[in-house]
């Protein structure tokens, strides 16, 4: 979409491109791109003949369906420009809008004109809109005219129209363009009320870029999930592990491999895996995985042959190269390195000099030397003499690359060190929990993405005991014995279980359960520390019982980022009972690996995204906080590609549970409606610090100022009142003068040609050219509230609840005109708040920490009155609020239960922020200490470039008098 385009425009191009690809799904309906354009150009013929043309306001009150974009779409074609109007609001509200809009006709459904009051609009349903003209209709608007009039949502006073015209429009997408992925097959979730302007990019920019787009219902959008899902759709492997016991000299005790082997080739399994272990029966068939490895490769086709694994530093890299080399030819780069640092001290005779605690060293000296090799470089290693000899490896593997795994125990710096060297894992329940494992691999992931890599490109594998029976009772009786016996040769298990288990006493003294003496404990409380273990592993760590609980345990492990199931067989089962069993591990992948089972009416946003395999996803902080405590919609988002975040503050613990959920790219989000809904964006890192993220650098065509009060721009680190000029600065407030004149003013640094709105938020610049937000400029002598709230209101008496999502000032505190650059600037002391000194590193300490209600009042500002429904509104963020008090018009009050303060865990930093804030601002207003030392020549950012800009002299004068400092100080504390 170029500017010269309206949206309708771009959306008839993009049907013309691909007419019969899906455009819109609602529930059980779905619609090509050429049904949307013919429905929306059927209403578009109505509406004109009801007078609707160029210039024309009409009010839009669908409830969410298809028909919302084919209306919307279709009020653009007439010319006209649409007035949002959720069915959901109170009528008062509505009557209001239409009113003040000047709306002469409203597009309905039957069910929704009911609920609009009476103002003399022409209502027209959209169901009667049924004529046998389809074709296109320009109903002459151009790329200067409104696209669209919406509403802020007045929590303190009336609410008032923010105009954005086409041109804004286009801009903004051509902005997006910019940070959006747009793969082939796209599918965008929308879920945002179209009274929320960010619902321009669900519902507008997506089918003008050719996404298939996903409409939640009124009555679905609140529903996170509607309870358990059998199948999430989402692929895990399943493979076969082998441990065996050494029964005895013969080829019978390798006949279950084989056998297994050639099941497991021919159905679908992902990989044989067998191990490394020494001078004990219990694994004692395999001390080498390159010889059992190059068995399985001779009997198999398909799948692919591992060591699970292979304890590096009792080889020598060279070796293993070599060996697995062999394999990776005669499986034609099938081959699968599992690394492990090994642990029993008496293995260690193979190769004593990399004995504990050097093991760990070695393994990872080992896995660097192995993938040079491998690579075919020379690498150097030393002969009897100490002379470092270069060698190359033959025969030369097929792979490019081996792809290696590093066996891990449980030991959270050993998944760490494994996604820095960008391995993938394997690791088991034996010490540990599901719950363990899932927070571990958000630390492995974590790993992984500040090491460059995309988790999305790594395994994880779990290694499970195993047996799937045709009932759990049976399943429970072939797995008893054996696993008690298997647990019985650990002595490390003994000793585990028995400092967990409930009726053991613990020996006087003994404070690890690695100090216990088994000597000392009698047969009967092994055998009942025994039991104890084999249940917990039944019930918990294992992959027991029927298909069924295989499937449950296998959607269980999808959820927290496994990717593969290493069903180990053999701990003392009977071969023949174990093909049996094996055969049913067949049907658990099968069942496992099903499309999504999803009962037919459910629609929730977890059913909706899993059926349709979403890959894009823009919702409010809150809303992600909801979705990742839900088992089923924290499956969901494993299958995005990328996840927008706005509206709110976006704190870091959040970011960090969002990226354990879903390998997406994580972006956030900033802008005021009164700018095009987004004008900054920042791309999610491991590496951002602080308790809430920045909110980065602007989109394109847009240009950010960061000033102080007396309009000059502030030095970088230094935090000032952001202002936003370019091409998606909106055309102003409908019928609102006083407001336009306040707000959108002159840009003095564009030379007056274009206007620049002023946003009343905080930021500062970091050393990158970063924007991090810092509160808001509301309330005199009260704190600044925190950013990123959903209703996207500034608009309300005091500007209470303001936030950069939302519209203007209704009765803003009057600002003094700053005549050098025809800004407007709150009148000093007394009503600014206290300044102080400049932040000096750290977060710095503002007297609203201090009180008693800090978080309270911060968090009751955070919550918009008139907030639309569902996951962008109040009935999803419900959930995540805590508390029942609000402060309105700047005082306390009870507000309906529905209302309840949402709790982002950011109060207490606003008010540190704004303490920081008022500190930098006095001392560099006043020249204060080092304040006059700053250069004259200071930057701001614009769209990726940065100039120079003069301080006023002002922002370098004396310090303030004595009376006028005390008023500060006041202000400041909110006491008189």
Not at 626 to 648: H, P, T
Request: aromatic share 6%; proline share 7%.
């Amino acid at each position: 979409m170029t500017p010269r385009l309206t949206i309708h425009r771009a959306f008839e191009a993009q049907a013309a491109r691909t007419p019969e690809a899906t455009a819109l799904i609602f529930e059980n309906q779905s619609l090509s791109y050429a049904e949307v354009n013919a429905r929306a150009n059927r209403a578009a013929h109505a509406l004109q003949a009801a007078g609707v043309g160029k210039g024309v306001h009409v009010g839009l009150c669908l409830r969410r369906s298809a028909d919302l974009i084919v209306g919307a779409m279709a009020i653009l074609k007439a010319g006209g420009a649409y007035v949002p109007l959720d069915p959901d609001h109170p009528a008062e509200r509505l009557g209001h809008v239409l009113r003040d809009s000047g709306a002469r006709v409203v597009l309905a459904h039957g069910a929704t004109a009911d609920l609009l009051p009476e103002t003399g609009a022409r209502v027209i349903r959209l169901e009667d809109t049924r004529t046998d003209d389809t074709g296109n209709i320009d109903g002459g608007s151009g790329p200067d005219d409104l696209a669209y009039l919406i509403y802020t949502s007045g929590s303190t006073g009336q609410p008032k129209g923010v105009m954005v015209t086409h041109r804004n429009v286009a801009n903004f997408f051509c902005g997006m363009d910019a940070h959006v992925d747009r793969p082939e097959g796209a599918v965008w979730m929308a879920v945002t009320s179209i009274g929320f302007d960010i619902s321009v990019l669900e519902f507008f920019y997506t089918p003008v870029r050719g996404f298939k787009v996903v409409i939640s219902g009124d009555e679905t959008r609140a529903a996170v999930s509607k309870g358990p899902i059998a199948s999430s759709g989402r692929h895990m492997d399943f493979s076969i592990y082998f441990w065996g016991n050494d029964d005895g000299p013969g080829r019978q005790k390798y006949q279950l491999l084989l056998d297994a082997a050639r099941y497991a080739d021919e159905n679908g399994f992902a990989a044989i895996w067998t191990p490394e272990r020494h001078f004990h029966a219990f694994g004692g068939p395999y001390p080498n995985p390159a010889v059992s490895g190059a068995a399985v490769a001779a009997v198999t086709g398909n799948i692919g042959v591992r060591a699970g694994s292979i304890v590096a530093p009792l080889h020598h890299p060279a070796r293993i190269a070599e060996d697995w080399a062999v394999i990776d030819n005669l499986t034609n780069g099938r081959a699968g390195l599992g690394l492990a640092s090994g642990w029993h001290p008496h293995d260690f005779v193979l190769r004593p000099e990399n004995s504990p605690p050097d093991n760990k060293r070695a393994l990872f000296d080992s896995l660097d030397k192995l993938r040079r090799l491998w690579r075919g470089e020379a690498v150097e290693f030393p002969d009897r003499d100490g002379k470092m000899i270069p060698v190359r490896t033959l025969p030369r593997p097929v792979s490019e690359a081996p792809e290696c795994w590093v066996t891990i125990a449980g030991n959270p710096d050993t998944w760490r060190e494994a996604g820095r060297h960008g391995a993938h894992v394997l690791t088991h329940l034996l010490g540990q929990s599901v719950d363990e494992v899932a927070e571990k691999i958000k630390l492995y992931h974590a790993a992984l993405r500040e090491a460059g890599h995309d988790p999305a490109d790594f395994k994880v594998t779990l290694m499970l005991h195993s047996f799937i029976a045709e009932d759990r009772e049976t399943a429970r009786e072939v797995a008893h014995g054996p696993m008690k016996a298997y647990m019985a040769s650990a002595a490390g298990l003994i000793k585990q279980f028995a400092w967990v288990f409930p009726a053991f006493k613990r020996p006087k003294g003994v404070n690890s359960p690695f100090e216990m003496d088994l000597d000392t404990l009698e047969a009967g409380e092994v055998d009942a520390i025994l039991e104890f273990a084999f249940d917990r592993y039944f019930e918990d760590s294992g992959l027991f019982g029927t298909i069924e609980d295989g499937v449950a345990r296998a959607e269980q492990l999808k959820r927290i980022g496994v990717t593969e199931i290493a069903c180990l067989v053999d701990y003392g089962i009977a071969p023949p009972v174990i093909m049996e069993g094996i055969t049913r591990l067949k049907q658990v992948m099968d069942a496992a690996n099903a499309p999504a089972s999803l009962a037919d009416d459910d629609f929730s946003l977890a059913a909706q995204m899993i059926r349709h395999k979403a890959t894009h996803l823009q919702c409010t902080p809150s809303m992600a906080r909801i979705l990742v405590a839900n088992d089923e919609a924290r499956s969901a988002l494993r299958g995005l590609r990328q996840l927008l975040i706005g509206g709110e503050a976006f704190p870091a613990d959040l970011a960090d549970d969002l990226r354990g959920a879903t390998g997406a790219r994580i972006l956030n989000l900033y802008g005021p409606t009164e700018t095009t809904v987004w004008s900054t964006c920042h791309e999610v890192r491991a590496t951002d610090t602080g308790p809430v993220l920045p909110i980065g650098r602007p989109l394109a065509n847009t240009r950010l100022y960061v000033v102080d009060k007396n309009c000059a721009p502030v030095p970088v680190g230094v935090a000032g009142e952001l202002a936003i000029a370019g091409d998606g600065v909106a055309r102003g407030y409908w019928r609102r003068d006083e407001q336009n004149a306040e707000r959108f003013v002159s840009d003095p640094f564009g030379g007056g040609a274009g206007r620049l709105y002023r946003t009343g938020d905080i930021v500062r610049w970091n050393a990158e050219g970063v924007l991090e937000f810092m509160g808001r400029d509301d309330h005199p002598g009260q704190d600044p509230r925190p950013p990123h709230r959903a209703g996207r209101d500034r608009g309300g008496a005091q500007g209470s609840r303001r936030n950069h999502r939302g519209g203007g000032g209704d009765a803003y505190r009057p600002r003094r005109r700053c005549a050098a650059r025809g800004l407007f600037h709150r009148p000093p002391p007394g009503r600014f708040g206290r300044p102080a000194r400049p932040a000096q590193g750290g977060a710095a300490r503002g007297d609203g920490a201090r009180r008693p209600d800090a978080a309270r009042h911060n968090a009751a500002h955070a919550e918009q009155e008139d907030r639309p429904p569902g996951p962008a509104g109040t009935r999803a963020q419900a959930t995540a609020r805590r508390g029942a008090t609000g402060r309105r018009n700047g005082r306390l009050g009870d507000r309906a239960p529905h209302r309840r303060d949402l709790d982002l865990g950011a109060g207490h930093r606003a008010d540190r922020a704004r303490g920081q804030f008022l500190r930098s601002r006095r001392a560099f207003a006043a020249g204060g200490a080092g304040a006059s030392r700053h250069p004259r020549g200071v930057r701001h950012a614009g769209a990726g470039d940065y100039r120079h800009l003069p301080l006023s002299g002002a922002a370098r004068s004396g310090p303030a008098p004595r009376r006028q400092r005390r008023r500060h100080s006041r202000a400041g504390t909110g006491r008189r």
